[in-house]
């Protein structure tokens, strides 16, 4: 069952209460006022995300080739210190 935000105007307090979509609640769970509305609320989209999933070889030759390009770097700024 889903679960619903309500909004109590006597209280001025909000309380979820899960029940199905064709119910509605008629009073406060927290102060039994009859001065209740449900909160509209937005769904997520729940459906499982695509990801790109790399096999270690990939990562670990961007590793090499991103260390190598480091340290290439260094090399250079160590001749021009010279």
């Given at each position: ?75 250079k700024e160590l001749e021009k210190k010279r």
């Amino acid at each position: 069952m889903p679960i619903y935000l309500y909004e109590c105007v006597d209280c001025e307090e909000t309380f979820k209460v899960r029940h199905t979509m064709s119910e509605t609640c008629e009073c406060c769970a927290l102060c039994a006022g009859k001065n209740v509305s449900r909160i509209p609320t937005s769904f997520t989209n729940l459906s499982k995300q695509k990801t790109i999933k790399k096999r270690t070889g990939d990562v670990t030759n961007e590793f090499i080739e991103n260390s190598k390009a480091d340290l290439a770097a260094q090399m250079k700024e160590l001749e021009k210190k010279r």
